[in-house]
């Protein structure tokens, strides 16, 4: 019920359950003023008219002087500020209403994000594949199965042509196979469509058949470069000149890598160059020095031992490939010029491996660059 402070005349909403039949007193919050309410009593009345509203119960409040009387026995009650605020409070006008999406869009954005998911999975299902065929065929390559590795790469490439990943893993292995020339278009790729680090981009001009380019990009590097990365620049110079026929450029600079780079690369280099040009004594020279330092490398034994044999010394060449026999990448090497030098054709594993080492030649490992690299990720590129 609704009673007024009849000193300030501020509003207060009361229940109407706290007043007894003595009255209540009370003390208004804001002026302190304290006065005394009670139920007024009912009166008879006539009967009206069953449409007029019964009259209120009005609560009229009385002085605190006129009831002192009552006053040890009347209940107190003081108000709370929270209880006028139902009067006091102006009334809030009603919440805007909610706009909704329309739901042709909120369609829309449901199937773009399925999509999304969809294209997200497919990815990572063609990067999970894509890495396996990749790794497979490394692990087959790394244990001297040189033609599972190439039928893994080559089913690969028939689903994703354009992968740079598939593409150098397949121009890397025909160029360790000595078939450059067929290596060319698979490292083009892989140099059109970007993915590799800046330092390798001269190797890779020259792997892709670019000689020209990529002979001035490795010497323009030179300019801005340390000894050792200058050692680094020449050895992979001079090999751009031996894919161009300017061997005896080569031989120069690959000197000059010997002494700038502390590293076998270049001795390698020149021992194979020599061996290339029938050079029996200088191959044997420049490989018997990396052969005191790393006596079980196979690619250093097999191609000391086809100096060897060069120099017409057959059975110390034969030594030479038995002490290398083991399940690497150079195995077919070995197995093969075993083949030839003794002419048992029965050897395990040439047989499997000859049609993917071109000719009935003995065998040599290729040159060597000096910057080698792995295809990057395609979340880093």
Same mark, same amino acid.
């Given at each position: 019920?609704?009673?007024?402070c009849?000193?300030?005349?501020?509003?207060?909403?009361?229940?109407?359950?706290?007043?007894?039949?003595?009255?209540?007193?009370?003390?208004?919050?804001k002026?302190?003023?304290?006065?005394?309410?009670?139920?007024? @009593?009912?009166? *008879?009345?006539? #009967?009206?008219? /069953?449409?007029?509203?019964?009259?209120? !119960?009005?609560?009229? +409040?009385?002085?605190?002087? @006129?009831?002192? *009387?009552?006053? #040890?026995t009347? /209940?107190?009650?003081?108000?709370?500020? !929270?209880?006028?605020? +139902?009067?006091?409070?102006?009334p809030?006008?009603?919440?805007? #209403?909610?706009?909704?999406?329309?739901?042709?869009?909120?369609?829309?954005?449901?199937?773009?994000?399925?999509?999304?998911?969809?294209?997200?999975?497919?990815?990572?299902?063609?990067?999970?594949?894509?890495?396996a065929?990749?790794?497979?065929?490394?692990?087959?390559?790394?244990h001297?199965?040189?033609?599972?590795?190439?039928?893994s790469?080559?089913n690969?490439?028939?689903?994703?042509?354009?992968?740079?990943?598939v593409?150098?893993?397949?121009?890397?292995?025909?160029?360790?196979?000595?078939?450059?020339?067929?290596?060319?278009?698979?490292?083009?790729?892989?140099?059109?469509?970007?993915?590799?680090?800046?330092e390798?981009?001269?190797s890779?001009?020259?792997?892709?058949?670019?000689?020209?380019?990529?002979?001035?990009w490795?010497?323009?590097?030179?300019?801005?470069?340390?000894?050792?990365?200058?050692?680094?620049?020449?050895?992979?110079?001079a090999?751009?000149?031996?894919?161009?026929r300017?061997?005896?450029?080569?031989?120069?600079?690959?000197?000059?890598?010997?002494?700038?780079?502390?590293?076998?690369?270049?001795?390698?280099?020149?021992?194979?160059?020599?061996?290339?040009?029938?050079?029996?004594?200088?191959?044997?020279?420049?490989?018997?020095s990396?052969?005191?330092?790393?006596?079980?490398?196979?690619l250093?034994?097999?191609?000391?031992?086809?100096?060897?044999?060069?120099?017409?010394?057959?059975?110390?060449?034969?030594?030479?490939?038995?002490?290398?026999?083991?399940?690497?990448?150079?195995?077919?090497y070995?197995?093969?010029?075993?083949a030839i030098?003794?002419?048992?054709q029965?050897?395990?594993?040439y047989?499997a491996?000859?049609d993917?080492?071109?000719?009935?030649?003995?065998?040599?490992?290729p040159?060597?660059?000096?910057?080698?690299?792995?295809?990057?990720?395609?979340?880093?590129?």
């Amino acid at each position: 019920m609704k009673i007024t402070c009849p000193n300030c005349g501020t509003s207060y909403h009361l229940r109407k359950e706290l007043i007894t039949s003595k009255g209540l007193k009370l003390v208004c919050k804001k002026c302190g003023h304290a006065f005394v309410v009670r139920l007024k @009593e009912k009166r *008879e009345a006539t #009967p009206k008219p /069953p449409t007029q509203e019964p009259k209120r !119960e009005e609560v009229v +409040p009385e002085p605190e002087e @006129e009831r002192a *009387e009552d006053k #040890p026995t009347m /209940p107190e009650a003081v108000v709370r500020e !929270e209880d006028p605020l +139902p009067l006091i409070t102006p009334p809030s006008k009603p919440p805007p #209403p909610q706009r909704r999406w329309p739901p042709l869009l909120t369609y829309l954005i449901c199937l773009s994000i399925i999509a999304a998911c969809a294209g997200w999975i497919r990815w990572r299902s063609y990067r999970n594949w894509r890495d396996a065929a990749v790794e497979l065929a490394q692990l087959y390559k790394s244990h001297g199965y040189l033609h599972e590795a190439l039928l893994s790469l080559r089913n690969s490439l028939e689903e994703h042509p354009d992968s740079p990943e598939v593409n150098y893993q397949m121009g890397e292995l025909l160029y360790l196979l000595g078939r450059r020339e067929e290596a060319i278009p698979f490292f083009k790729k892989v140099l059109h469509n970007g993915g590799f680090p800046s330092e390798a981009k001269g190797s890779l001009m020259l792997l892709a058949g670019e000689l020209d380019a990529g002979v001035r990009w490795l010497s323009q590097r030179m300019a801005s470069s340390d000894n050792e990365t200058k050692g680094m620049l020449l050895n992979d110079i001079a090999l751009g000149e031996i894919f161009a026929r300017r061997e005896p450029d080569a031989w120069g600079d690959l000197k000059k890598a010997q002494g700038l780079w502390p590293s076998p690369v270049p001795r390698f280099n020149l021992g194979t160059l020599a061996l290339q040009q029938a050079d029996g004594p200088s191959c044997v020279q420049q490989l018997e020095s990396l052969r005191q330092e790393f006596p079980g490398n196979p690619l250093i034994l097999n191609n000391l031992a086809l100096c060897y044999a060069l120099l017409g010394e057959k059975d110390k060449a034969t030594f030479l490939l038995n002490s290398a026999v083991d399940h690497s990448l150079y195995s077919p090497y070995i197995w093969k010029n075993l083949a030839i030098l003794t002419g048992n054709q029965l050897i395990p594993l040439y047989q499997a491996e000859a049609d993917e080492i071109k000719g009935d030649d003995l065998a040599a490992v290729p040159y060597v660059f000096a910057f080698s690299w792995k295809v990057a990720p395609e979340e880093e590129r």
